[in-house]
């Protein structure tokens, strides 16, 4: 090793008259934690700061048409027209929280099942591997698409199915009560496999004693499982109910392209983030846009928050 | 067979399986645990497997339900959508926004990681983890306003940088928690011996983190390969990426099934070929700090 040309042996023999070189690397070394933090941080605060700033103030304006056009400063006026639009943003609302909440549960559970069949080694395990991975890497609107055609009512895969057994033909994402449901469906047969990749990183780390002490006490699987495993667990699940549900709440990809824009004729499946892109670019209305944007994020931040105290609760 | 099972002898008589526990219950189990892992299987590939298969039938053969599972394939639909929809550009538009905007990250994101977990530098992780959370939209009208004004919207350098947004917060995620779990000692001992701090990152912690740092890079491939939102805004004509492209092909008055369905195969083969391969690295960066309690 060059120990000569270490700028750190010049540091050591201050005697030496350290070049320009030594110079610029011993202050990059005192400072390398924000040389290596500050670009990364520069750059998604610039792309962070300043647009949710410009969109709180959007909100409070009553920017329309084109951004340059001149806005007047309005107050909360968006907020007051937002909060008490019952025709499109409650709804939105009430159609996000049930989209992420029973898609969460489902994930969670079929999830949780999953795991625990994949826990220990069986034969042909790497095969059941692969086709949990390949929903999670497909592209979403191409599901979107993939689903429209199964999901068809009359040439469909699933009314073919159901007819077989007699059960008549269903609209799925065509009916106006069967669409936000559809959707839910898609977004677990997509989103489960990475609820259970986590669960089983969860599981192979636990330790083995606990389970096998529950064993030789003569409890059985059902025991083990809810008053061993699942307790053992939940930081693990939290962890995914976190990471899934973030996403799931910003699910747009498989809504606007299954159902378009405005999530359907009704609005079917309008959750708030196809609410708020619609506002945005197909009515550019910017200012009750934003209102809903950070609406909307106040939800995303509460809902983390509360997750997260939980998860604290549980972890102690 | 040569091959033994480790509950088997060289006679080729089971024996008593020397396993460290009974297993997980009766034969019943067993023959649960099978069906459940087969209708799962066929849960998961069944979808698929139809869009590949509607992929390579002729419109008439998508609506003859009699014509469901047995049919002549035939390549046209691929041969269109190729050949006359110029597919092959907006393959080429997605490889390169994703592969740029990777790359880029990582430049950004490896050593924000390295400092953030070696400094512990919560607060910063968090600054950078909001671009997860944070809803697109509320991000897209400024930056569009922004970019169009600079004459950029429509070229490839929004399209990255907007993904680079995306990409960014999961490399510093998956880092984070790769460079946790490398033991300080390593790069102690090399600061001994004489390296600066820097030195000891890019001589002994770098190149053991290359494992990390495929994980990294392969997943903000793919979230990049898949990203729709922001390219649906951000994309000009020349720069259209295949999920926009897609998208665009149901917008006519009557949906040519086979030719969507060849199209959204194509968009989905080359994301599903990287992940066969790098499955481990997909796992790892899907679980990363998932269980650190």
């Known amino acids: 090793m060059s120990v000569t040309t270490s700028p750190r042996s010049a540091a050591r023999n201050p005697s030496r008259a350290p070049g320009a070189r030594d110079k610029f690397s011993d202050w990059a070394n005192v400072h390398r934690k924000w040389l290596f933090a500050a670009p990364a941080m520069a750059f998604v605060g610039v792309l962070i700061v300043f647009p949710l700033a410009w969109t709180l103030y959007l909100s409070l304006t009553d920017s329309q048409g084109s951004v340059r056009a001149a806005t007047e400063f309005i107050g909360l006026e968006n907020y007051l027209t937002v909060l008490s639009d019952v025709e499109r943003f409650w709804p939105a609302v009430g159609r996000t929280m049930t989209f992420t909440g029973i898609a969460l549960v489902c994930e969670v559970v079929l999830g949780m099942g999953i795991a625990l069949l994949l826990w220990r080694p069986f034969r042909g395990e790497k095969w059941v591997r692969v086709a949990i991975l390949l929903p999670l890497v497909a592209t979403p609107v191409a599901v979107g698409m993939m689903w429209r055609l199964i999901f068809d009512p009359n040439i469909g895969f699933v009314n073919q199915l159901l007819g077989m057994v007699g059960i008549p033909a269903q609209p799925w994402l065509s009916g106006q009560d069967t669409a936000l449901g559809t959707t839910i469906f898609m977004d677990v047969w997509q989103w489960t496999p990475m609820v259970v990749l986590i669960l089983l990183a969860g599981l192979t780390s636990l330790s083995d004693e606990p389970d096998e002490a529950a064993r030789m006490d003569g409890a059985n699987s059902f025991q083990r499982f809810f008053y061993i495993t699942l307790p053992l667990m939940m930081p693990t699940v939290i962890v995914a109910i976190l990471l899934r549900g973030i996403d799931a709440l910003k699910t747009f990809d498989i809504l606007y392209a299954t159902k378009g824009k405005g999530g359907g004729s009704f609005h079917e499946v309008e959750t708030l983030n196809v609410y708020a892109y619609g506002l945005s670019f197909d009515y550019n209305q910017y200012g009750l846009s934003s209102a809903v944007l950070i609406l909307f994020f106040m939800i995303i931040i509460g809902t983390m928050w509360l997750l997260t105290m939980r998860k604290k609760a549980v972890s102690k | ?293």
């Open chain 2, 1 to 293: 067979m040569t091959v033994l099972t480790p509950h088997q002898t060289a006679t080729g008589q089971p024996q008593p399986a020397r396993r460290r526990r009974k297993p997980l219950g009766t034969r019943a189990y067993k023959v649960f645990r099978v069906a459940a892992l087969v209708a799962v299987v066929l849960f998961l590939i069944a979808p698929l497997a139809w869009m590949l298969m509607a992929s390579f039938k002729t419109n008439v053969d998508i609506y003859d339900t009699a014509k469901s599972i047995i049919f002549t394939p035939t390549g046209e639909n691929y041969a269109n959508v190729l050949q006359r929809n110029n597919y092959f550009v907006f393959i080429f538009n997605s490889f390169w926004v994703a592969f740029v905007s990777t790359a880029l990250s990582l430049v950004l994101g490896v050593p924000a990681a390295y400092a953030m977990s070696r400094f512990t530098m919560h607060r910063s992780a968090l600054v950078v983890l909001m671009a997860r959370v944070i809803p697109g939209v509320s991000l897209l009208v400024p930056w569009y306003y922004v970019f169009s004004n600079l004459k950029m919207v429509g070229g490839f350098e929004v399209l990255i940088l907007s993904h680079m947004f995306v990409a960014l917060p999961l490399i510093v995620y998956i880092m984070m928690s790769y460079f946790d779990s490398l033991p300080l000692e390593l790069e102690e001992s090399a600061q001994v011996d004489g390296l600066t701090p820097i030195g000891a990152f890019r001589r002994i912690t770098l190149p053991l983190s290359v494992a990390g740092m495929a994980t990294a890079g392969i997943l903000s491939f793919i979230f990049s390969w898949n990203n729709f939102m922001f390219a649906l805004v951000l994309s000009g004509s020349k720069t259209k990426t295949l999920p926009v492209a897609i998208f665009d092909f149901v917008s006519y008055a009557s949906i040519d099934w086979g030719g969507l369905m060849a199209a959204a195969t194509v968009v989905t083969i080359p994301i599903m070929i990287i992940a066969l391969f790098t499955q481990k690295y997909i796992v790892s960066g899907m679980t990363a700090g998932a269980t650190k309690g």
